[in-house]
C-alpha cells in the first residue's frame, strides 16, 4: 500500500487508519490519494458515500507545514452539514493540524474567535468563506492547496459569484482538486484549472446492486402506499425522499400518528435542528429520515437499506443521487418508487413493479434516545470522559451505552429508551473535567 507522507510525523497514514477503525483504502482512494500528490489539477468522480472526502484529506495534509502559522488549505463545499463533516474526519483522523468550518447559520462573532489562530485548513460555504475574504479574517498568502467538493452542486445552487470572488482573491494555490457524484459536469473558466488528470468511478469502477422497485398506489397522496412499504422492510435504515418542505410535513404527521419514528430534514430547518435530526438518524434513535434531495449529496449518514422515492424526482441527477445513498461499494439495496396508478413515471425511470408486499411488523419508534451534555472538546472532555461517566456514575453496561458524538461544545450519546429519564436525574449538574454539565433529552 502506498503511504502518504505526513508533515506530522508522529503518525502515518497507517497510524491514522487504524485510528479510524478503517482496514484499508479502498481501490478509489488508493488512486486518488497516488494521482492528487503527483498532479496540480485533478477531477474526481465517484459515487455518494465512496470516501472521496478521506482521499483528498491524505494527500492535503502530506503537503501542510507544521511551522506554519497561516491558513494553508481551503476547501469549499455547497452545504454547512458537509463543512461540519469533513471537519469531523480531519479531527478524527488526529493528525494534530488545527482545522475550522465556518457556514452560514451561526454568529460571525462566534468564526472570528475560532479563527484568531488561523488553522492549517478552513472549511466552509462559499457564502461564509467570502464574507471572511471581505473582512481579511485570515490570510491568504500561504494558501496554496484548495478543494472544491461537491462543485457541481454549489455552482447549481447559485455560488457561482462567490466562488469566483474567492478564487480570484487566492494568488498562490498551487493544488486544485474538484470532486463530484455527477458525470459530464463543465468546468467553470474561472477554477482555473489546466491539464486536468481525470479520476472518473461512476461507471466503470464500481457496481451497483440497486434493486429498483415500483409501487403502485391507489391514492394520490400516496400515505398509505408509503406505510405499506415502511410495513414491508421493517426496522431498516432509510430515507423517505419528497420534492418539497410542506409534503415532509404531511408525511411526517402521518408517520406520527401511526407511531413510526422518524426524524426530518429539509433547507428550512434551522442549523441546529438539522445536526440534530441526523445524530438521531446515525445512532439509531432514528430508523426514518423524511428528506428533500438536499439530503442526497454529501451527508454523514451511514450506510442505508433502503430508500424511498414517495414523490418522483423531477430530474434524472436527482433519481441518480438518491439511489446514491443506498447500494454504496458493491452492496445491495432497494429504491422503492411509490407510484399514484394515474401517474406517468419520467423516462429516466423504468418500471419494475413489486406486485406483493410482505407485511412484517409495523417499524415503531426504535429502543434508543438521544442525550444532550453540555460540554465538548473545548472543555478538554474526550469520548472516554465520556463514556466513563455513562458507565460508571449512570451504571450503564457496556452494550448499553450507543454511539457517542462529541463536539467543540457539547456532545450527543445515544442511550436505552428505557433508561434516558433515569440517566438525566442521576447525571445531570454532574462535575466532568471541572464543569458542571446539563443532561437533558433531545
Known amino acids: 500500500m502506498y503511504f502518504c507522507k505526513m508533515a506530522n510525523t508522529i503518525k502515518d497514514q497507517g497510524e491514522i487508519l487504524e485510528k479510524m477503525g478503517i482496514a484499508k483504502l479502498n481501490p478509489m482512494q488508493e488512486e486518488a490519494c497516488e494521482v492528487i500528490r503527483t498532479n496540480s489539477n485533478v477531477i474526481l468522480l465517484s459515487p455518494t ?13 502530506e503537503l501542510l507545514d507544521m511551522k506554519s502559522k497561516e491558513v494553508q488549505a481551503m476547501i469549499l463545499v455547497p452545504s454547512r452539514e458537509l463543512a461540519i463533516q469533513i471537519e469531523q474526519v480531519v479531527r478524527e483522523m488526529g493528525t494534530g493540524y488545527k482545522t475550522n468550518a465556518v457556514y452560514g447559520g451561526r454568529p460571525f462573532s462566534k468564526d472570528k474567535i475560532e479563527l484568531k489562530h488561523e488553522p492549517a485548513i478552513i472549511i466552509g460555504t462559499p457564502g461564509r468563506i467570502s464574507d471572511h475574504l471581505r473582512r481579511e479574517t485570515f490570510s491568504v498568502y500561504s494558501i496554496k492547496t484548495l478543494v472544491l467538493d461537491e462543485f457541481d452542486k454549489s455552482l447549481e445552487v447559485g455560488f457561482e459569484e462567490q466562488m469566483t470572488e474567492i478564487i480570484d482573491a487566492l494568488p498562490n494555490i498551487e493544488k486544485r482538486v474538484l470532486t463530484s457524484a455527477t458525470q459530464q459536469i463543465e468546468i467553470p473558466r474561472f477554477v482555473g484549472v489546466k491539464d486536468a488528470a481525470y479520476l472518473n468511478y461512476l461507471d ?7 434493486q429498483i ?7 394520490k ?16 435504515p432509510g430515507i423517505v425522499f419528497c ?8 408525511v411526517s404527521d402521518y408517520l406520527s400518528a401511526n407511531n413510526i419514528g422518524h426524524g426530518c430534514f429539509h433547507g428550512g430547518m434551522e442549523q441546529q435542528d438539522r445536526e440534530r435530526s441526523l445524530i438521531k438518524f446515525r445512532n439509531g434513535t432514528h430508523n426514518i429520515i423524511v428528506a428533500t434531495d438536499l439530503a442526497a449529496r454529501g451527508l454523514d449518514i ?12 423531477l430530474k434524472k441527477e436527482e433519481f441518480t443521487h438518491r439511489n446514491g445513498r443506498t447500494a454504496r461499494m458493491n452492496a445491495s439495496g432497494n429504491a422503492y418508487v411509490i407510484k399514484w396508478i394515474k401517474e406517468d413515471l419520467p423516462d429516466f ?5 413489486l406486485k406483493n408486499l410482505t407485511t412484517r411488523e409495523t417499524p415503531a419508534n426504535t429502543l434508543w434516545e438521544t442525550l444532550f451534555v453540555s460540554g465538548g472538546r473545548k472543555d478538554k472532555i474526550s469520548k472516554g470522559d465520556i463514556a466513563g461517566l455513562f458507565l460508571k456514575q449512570g451504571k450503564l453496561d457496556k452494550d448499553e451505552l450507543g454511539t457517542i458524538e462529541l463536539k467543540q461544545d457539547c456532545c450527543f450519546v445515544s442511550v436505552p429508551a428505557s433508561k434516558a429519564n433515569e440517566l438525566i436525574s442521576n447525571l445531570n449538574n454532574t462535575k466532568l473535567k471541572k464543569k458542571k454539565v446539563r443532561i437533558k433529552l433531545v
Do not use: C, M, W
Request: proline content about 4%.
Open 302 to 313: 451511514p450506510e442505508l437499506n433502503f430508500i424511498i422515492h414517495y414523490q418522483l424526482p
Open 243 to 250: 420534492n418539497f418542505r410542506d409534503s415532509i410535513q404531511r
Open 349 to 353: 425511470i423504468e418500471l419494475n413493479e
Open 204 to 210: 466503470t469502477k464500481t457496481k451497483s446492486q440497486l
Open 221 to 236: 397522496d400516496k400515505l398509505e402506499s408509503l406505510k405499506d412499504v415502511l410495513d414491508h422492510i421493517s426496522n431498516k
Open 213 to 219: 422497485k415500483t409501487i403502485n398506489s391507489a391514492s
Open 49 to 61: 458515500g465512496t470516501g472521496k472526502t478521506l482521499a483528498f484529506l491524505l494527500p492535503l495534509i
